[in-house]
């Protein structure tokens, strides 16, 4: 089996990215049913079966290193598979590291601040993964869809313009920005469902009693609005894929390969940041060794028995060392 390296990632992924200032146009620019493109199956073979396993050696590289943090954005129609694929490319990773947030409609507390405030709240810390089920790209999205939304926001009414859409655009093109200027790697994806995969998937919920718990007739209701939804997918796609921040549009029809290549774009942003094992200074190996002589009964290298008197030298290695030198 060949190894996956950067390279093979990064050719796998390559078609899936929207390039900064593209225009878009839903759904003919992208494909929702491809599971496949000549030349890359020998990639999606391999991240198949060493992606999941590459993603956790990655996390936990990222977390040792612990400076940069890595943030997933997934957006999609309704059953696209949001849920599937995070349990997917989850699936071999330490959950210490990594933190799911699912956002809902927004609460009255949401409400009484600006629109960034609550995701702001769910950002990452250092080392981690988080990943945002729906994310501030609703604000584009939903509440552009259905104009009641931002009436019923708190916002001042003059603010509440047409040129609304495109300061959002910018201001979230700004956010992104300044975060990846603090270290954060943003992972943009939209899991693409055609319309009438939608509708199988949808009446598979309501034929399967398994599956009945997953059916919500709103999310039927919501369906009507296909086209609306599709150009302002188009919208969001054609203005906040960014150098620093670029869309992945993922063909989600077939689900396995729609996990496939989820996995692939998370693996190539953490692939690009290589985050390593921090190095042990000399001192800290010293203390290390000392620590191992303690545990095994055998001479303490410390003099004094000061290792012994002080657990926390052997720990530090400071204290000890310092205290040779006296
Ligand atoms: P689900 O993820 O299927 O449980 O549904 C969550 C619901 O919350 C969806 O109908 C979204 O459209 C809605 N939602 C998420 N974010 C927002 C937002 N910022 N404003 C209004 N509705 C939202
Ligand atoms: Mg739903």
Same mark, same amino acid.
């Given at each position: 089996?060949?190894?996956?390296?950067?390279?093979?990632?990064?050719?796998? +992924? =390559?078609?899936?990215?929207?390039?900064?200032?593209?225009?878009?146009? !839903?759904?003919?620019?992208?494909?929702?049913?491809?599971?496949?493109?000549?030349?890359?199956?020998?990639?999606?073979?391999?991240?198949?079966?060493?992606?999941?396993?590459?993603?956790?050696?990655?996390?936990?590289?990222?977390?040792?290193?612990? =400076?940069?943090?890595?943030?997933?954005?997934?957006?999609?129609?309704?059953?696209?598979?949001?849920?599937?694929? +995070?349990?997917?490319?989850?699936?071999?990773?330490?959950?210490?590291?990594?933190?799911?947030?699912?956002?809902?409609?927004?609460?009255?507390?949401?409400?009484?601040? =600006?629109?960034?405030?609550?995701?702001?709240?769910?950002?990452?810390?250092?080392?981690?993964?988080?990943?945002?089920?729906?994310?501030?790209?609703?604000?584009?999205?939903?509440?552009?869809?259905?104009?009641?939304?931002?009436?019923?926001?708190?916002?001042?009414?003059?603010?509440?313009?047409?040129?609304?859409?495109?300061?959002?655009?910018?201001? +979230?093109?700004?956010?992104?920005?300044?975060?990846?200027?603090?270290?954060?790697?943003?992972?943009?994806?939209? !899991?693409?469902?055609?319309?009438?995969?939608?509708?199988?998937?949808?009446?598979?919920?309501? =034929?399967?009693?398994?599956?009945?718990?997953?059916?919500?007739?709103?999310?039927?209701?919501?369906?009507?609005?296909?086209?609306?939804?599709?150009?302002?997918?188009?919208?969001? !796609?054609?203005?906040?894929?960014?150098?620093?921040?670029?869309?992945?549009? +993922?063909?989600?029809?077939?689900?396995?390969?729609?996990?496939?290549?989820?996995?692939?774009?998370?693996?190539?942003?953490?692939?690009?940041?290589?985050?390593?094992?921090?190095?042990?200074?000399?001192?800290?190996?010293a203390a290390l060794l000392t620590a191992k002589e303690e545990l095994l009964g055998g001479p303490v290298a410390v003099d004094g028995g000061g290792a012994a008197a002080e657990?926390?030298a052997a720990?530090?290695g400071?204290?000890g060392r310092?205290r040779k030198?006296?």
């Open positions: 089996m060949t190894q996956l390296n950067r390279r093979r990632v990064a050719r796998f +992924i =390559d078609d899936f990215r929207v390039e900064p200032g593209r225009r878009v146009r !839903l759904p003919k620019d992208f494909n929702p049913a491809e599971i496949t493109r000549s030349g890359t199956k020998s990639e999606a073979k391999a991240i198949l079966e060493q992606g999941v396993e590459r993603l956790a050696e990655y996390q936990a590289r990222l977390a040792a290193q612990d =400076d940069y943090g890595v943030l997933v954005i997934l957006q999609a129609m309704d059953a696209a598979g949001k849920d599937g694929t +995070i349990r997917h490319v989850m699936s071999g990773v330490n959950p210490q590291g990594v933190e799911v947030s699912s956002f809902k409609v927004p609460s009255s507390e949401d409400l009484d601040h =600006d629109y960034l405030w609550r995701y702001q709240r769910r950002l990452p810390q250092r080392g981690h993964i988080g990943i945002f089920n729906r994310s501030y790209y609703e604000e584009v999205l939903v509440v552009r869809v259905h104009p009641q939304i931002l009436a019923g926001q708190k916002i001042p009414r003059k603010l509440k313009d047409r040129g609304i859409w495109g300061r959002r655009f910018r201001e +979230i093109n700004d956010w992104e920005h300044y975060l990846t200027d603090q270290g954060y790697r943003i992972v943009k994806l939209f !899991l693409n469902v055609s319309k009438d995969e939608q509708k199988a998937r949808f009446l598979s919920r309501i =034929d399967e009693p398994d599956r009945n718990w997953k059916f919500s007739a709103a999310d039927v209701r919501e369906r009507r609005f296909w086209d609306d939804y599709q150009k302002a997918f188009s919208e969001v !796609l054609s203005n906040t894929s960014t150098p620093w921040a670029p869309w992945y549009v +993922i063909p989600a029809d077939v689900k396995p390969f729609a996990r496939v290549a989820a996995a692939a774009v998370i693996l190539d942003a953490l692939m690009q940041i290589d985050p390593k094992f921090p190095t042990m200074s000399d001192d800290a190996k657990p926390d720990a530090t400071r204290k310092k030198k006296r």
